[in-house]
Each structure stands twice: as C-alpha cells, then as structure tokens.
C-alpha cells in the first residue's frame, strides 16, 4: 500500500515569513496530491492540490510542487499570516478503484504550522 | 446544503459497551469513508464505500463495522467499545469518478473508559 511521509511534524514562522512542508510517497502510481488544513477543534478542508500531469500549482499566497521522479511533493506558503496557523496534511491515493470509480487516502501525519505575531 | 452531518458530536463509553456513529450528507456523493484522528497520526482510514451497496476495509478496520444504509448514509459500529478506540472519528464523502476534494464532517469525539 500507500505509505506518506511527512516533514517537519512542528513549524514556527514569523508572520511574513515563508514556509515549506514536504511530503514523500511510495506508490509511483500515485497522480493525485492533496493537502489539507485543520484549524484546532475543526474538520480538516482542502487548500489546494496537484495532478501528476503539473509540476506546480498556485493559489494566491499557497503553492504546491510535484517531483514525480523524486516522489516528493511541498506545500509552500508564503507572507504568512497568524491565521494560517493550523495543522496541515498531505496525502496520495494508493490507487484508483476502476470498477467502483473510487479512491483511498492515505495521509501523512501532519505538520503543525505556528506563525508568530 | 449542510454537507456532511454526524452524530454525535460526543460520547463517553465504558469498556464493552457498544454505540453507532451516525453520517450522512447530502451531495449527492456516491463514496463515503470513515477514518479516526489520533495525536500525531494523522488520518488513518478504518472503512470506505465506494458506492451504495459496497464497503471495504481499509487501514485500521479492526473492531468495527460498518453500513451504507442508503446513498446519504453511512454508520460505524463498534460492537464491544475498547480503550483504544479512544479517538475522533470523521466522516467524509467525495463524487466519484475522478479525483474530487472529500468534504468531511465535524467529527465525533469518542472517549472509551
């Protein structure tokens, strides 16, 4: 199966200041890669994510890069501000179920994002 | 819409007890998934269905069970409750057929004494 590594498990910025979460996958079938944020006592949501046939992926002041070869995939926000603070997931599908035309999530462990005032 | 509901939104249950959690949305969605949230684990997945009529395991299934009881809804079941199922639980739902956001629900609290 899917296994999702994810790095650092604890950030602190400075508000302005840019971070970068990375996460590695095993599956090279894997062509699907969501993160998510969950702010304290809330369900995790989708920020943003990346298909296979991209290489990077932005959305104001968030942006997603893919390495296929490497298979690794970041997270980069950047002039942070105090309400990006949250835990924030990775995750990849181990594979597509064609015959129910479904997909799995396996998630990495999450990165917890602090941004200093 | 309200998206994705679930009951309760707490619970607190001694060793051996049983209980279901309750999930249901409406977007008409036609996969549902069940996962738990511990600290530092991240989301592991205990069951899925892809489509109405079908389930499957997936990381963490042991001591659960669960029900597609229609398209809406989809229960977990814990038969005989055991410390270690001590957890949050989320519920979520995706469109199938492609690669959809899964939109999940507030999350049970489960506390097991």
């Known amino acids: 199966g899917e296994n999702v590594e994810q790095h650092p498990s604890t950030l602190s910025v400075q508000e302005g200041d840019s971070a970068v979460i990375k996460c590695t996958y095993s599956?090279?079938?894997?062509?699907?890669f969501p993160w998510y944020k969950q702010e304290l006592g809330k369900r995790p949501q989708l920020i943003i994510d990346?298909?296979?046939?991209?290489g990077e992926k932005k959305d104001q002041r968030i942006a997603v890069t893919l390495n296929k070869t490497a298979k690794h995939f970041s997270l980069h926000i950047t002039e942070t501000q105090p309400e990006d603070s949250a835990v924030y997931f990775c995750?990849?599908?181990?594979?597509?179920?064609?015959?129910?035309?479904?997909?799995?999530?396996?998630f990495g462990k999450g990165t917890k994002l602090s941004v200093i005032p | 819409n309200a998206g994705v509901t679930q009951t309760p939104k707490f619970q607190v249950l001694k060793t051996g007890q049983s209980m279901t959690l309750q999930c249901a949305q409406d977007?008409?969605?036609?996969?549902m998934y069940w996962y738990r949230q511990d600290p530092g684990m991240g989301l592991r997945l205990i069951y899925y269905?892809?489509?109405?009529?079908?389930?499957d395991k997936g990381e963490v299934p042991n001591g659960y069970n669960v029900s597609r009881l229609n398209k809406r809804e989809f229960s977990l079941r814990l038969e005989s409750a055991a410390p270690s199922q001590t957890s949050v639980y989320f519920c979520?739902?995706?469109?199938?057929?492609?690669?959809?956001?899964?939109?999940f629900g507030p999350g049970t609290r489960l506390t097991v004494l």
């Open positions: 995750a990849a599908p181990p594979e597509w179920d064609s015959g129910a035309g479904s997909y799995q999530l396996t």
């Open positions: 269905s892809a489509s109405e009529g079908t389930t």
């Open positions: 979520a739902s995706t469109g199938s057929y492609s690669y959809n956001e899964q939109f």
């Open positions: 599956d090279s079938a894997s062509n699907y």
């Open positions: 977007m008409n969605h036609n996969s």
């Open positions: 990346i298909r296979s046939n991209v």
